[in-house]
């Protein structure tokens, strides 16, 4: 009997493939890129394998903040950067913006093969929180973009991590904007596991506002594990050449999150007040900073009119500045600690930080997932709107509650299981069709079997 049911399972497999050709596509915890090891949380640090990983990067928004592209999407000019990003010695690059219609094939397996990984913000200008009216703007329309552009990119195993929002929070009298950004990162943490995708980290890059940014790391960090952040990031300008590691302030950081427990990272630095040397990345990757930060990402890569760029770009030549040969030398100069680099395992969540006058949360409710949005976590989400679109301020339906704590946790599979919209060679298996003069073989054997089988 055994021998017979082995035979009808393989044939009743074989059997399936008949017809048209099929297209089946795999999770995105497969690697959907060229090869490099996925990136994962563990404890207050990220890991390559069994490896630390340090961010070692910069911002990357060819036409500034100004000209919304998506340089992802424009394999000619990521072509001609890769080379310049391979020259600095860097393993990450943030993107601020994509189309998440377009395909972004070819840039992220080039990136791959150089090694390179993407930090990601999910949000565009017209498909994101507005800080000024967060509760209308955290809707189903723009959830369920946001969460068309983690379809987009879960595949890549060179997707580093997602950014759920970046300096929503920029003064005190907008951290009530807070829990909606929170409820932002809860929900994209539930689609991802929803998809079955792998554990992509997400998590908040905050400005660089002194005043509350603290409350902020540990209110992101803090309630039941569906609530809290994978990661925490920051803008950092306070270190101005020349300067210190206590000179800056940086050290006095240090001490304040050495209690942290989950990655945290520059997601911006590099003042120009005096002029770049950089030498505060002999600090970041040193053992004074590596036992509480996962080093930081340097803004920014091309000259936009604001005087960080480290290259001038003209069509597909590139211009090297002074910058970029002071980074690359600081690079050179600073290898990663040996080992763990002082990193922790302990995942305790943070105590959720008390209503003051820098800080306007009471308490540590969350809005609700808005319920035209729940669909999205069993059914997917379906084409991005990309660039255009009418945006998602203004539009859909809100949250209509508070949400129990764990709700965001993963409760079920969508039937999707990880599809992507973008059909290419990279991110997807196809199976050859069958036709059923291929099967006649099989029938006969597992016919001839089964009266074999009859006359034992």
Excluded at 106 to 123: P, S
Aim: hydrophobic share 35%; with cysteine.
């Amino acid at each position: 009997m055994k021998t017979s049911t082995t035979i009808l399972a393989a044939s009743t497999a074989t059997a399936v493939l008949a017809g048209p050709t099929q297209q089946l596509v795999p999770r995105a915890s497969s690697t959907g890129s060229a090869s490099v090891p996925t990136v994962t949380v563990k404890g207050n640090a990220f890991y390559a394998g069994q490896d630390r990983f340090y961010i070692r990067g910069v911002d990357y928004q060819p036409g500034g903040s100004s000209q919304v592209s998506d340089p992802i999407a424009d394999e000619n000019g990521c072509n001609r950067d890769i080379s310049e990003f391979q020259k600095l010695g860097i393993n990450t690059v943030r993107v601020y913006t994509v189309d998440n219609t377009a395909n972004h094939d070819a840039c992220m397996n080039a990136l791959a093969k150089a090694g390179i990984y993407l930090a990601l913000d999910v949000n565009t200008p017209k498909y994101s929180l507005n800080r000024a009216e967060p509760k209308e703007s955290y809707n189903d329309v723009y959830l369920q973009n946001i969460f068309a552009t983690i379809d987009a990119f879960a595949k890549y195993s060179n997707t580093l991590l997602f950014f759920s929002g970046n300096e929503v929070i920029n003064s005190d009298n907008t951290t009530t904007a807070a829990p909606y950004v929170k409820a932002v990162t809860r929900d994209m943490k539930q689609y991802i596991g929803s998809q079955g995708y792998r554990s992509i980290p997400v998590g908040y890059s905050a400005a660089d506002v002194d005043s509350n940014r603290y409350e902020m790391a540990t209110y992101m960090n803090c309630g039941t594990d569906d609530q809290r952040s994978d990661f925490f990031a920051f803008n950092d300008y306070s270190w101005c050449d020349p300067s210190s590691f206590q000179q800056s302030g940086w050290s006095a950081k240090v001490q304040q999150y050495s209690n942290y427990s989950i990655p945290l990272f520059l997601s911006e630095y590099g003042c120009i007040t005096n002029g770049r040397q950089f030498q505060e990345v002999a600090s970041l990757y040193s053992t004074q900073m590596t036992n509480v930060y996962s080093g930081g990402l340097v803004y920014e890569y091309s000259q936009e009119g604001n005087g960080y760029g480290l290259v001038t770009l003209n069509g597909n030549s590139v211009s090297e500045d002074k910058d970029f040969s002071a980074l690359q030398a600081a690079y050179k100069k600073t290898p990663n600690p040996s080992g763990d680099g002082g990193a922790t395992s302990n995942g305790a969540a943070s105590s959720c930080p008390a209503q003051s006058s820098t800080w306007d949360v009471s308490n540590d409710a969350l809005p609700a997932i808005p319920v035209p949005a729940e669909k999205f976590m069993t059914q997917g989400a379906g084409k991005g709107q990309g660039l255009g679109g009418s945006g998602s301020q203004d539009a859909g339906t809100g949250s209509s509650g508070t949400a129990t704590a764990g709700s965001g946790a993963v409760t079920a599979t969508s039937a999707n299981k990880g599809a992507s919209n973008s059909g290419s060679a990279a991110s997807s298996v196809m199976v050859p069709s069958m036709s059923l003069a291929s099967l006649l073989p099989v029938a006969v054997v597992f016919f001839s079997t089964l009266a074999g089988a009859a006359l034992l």
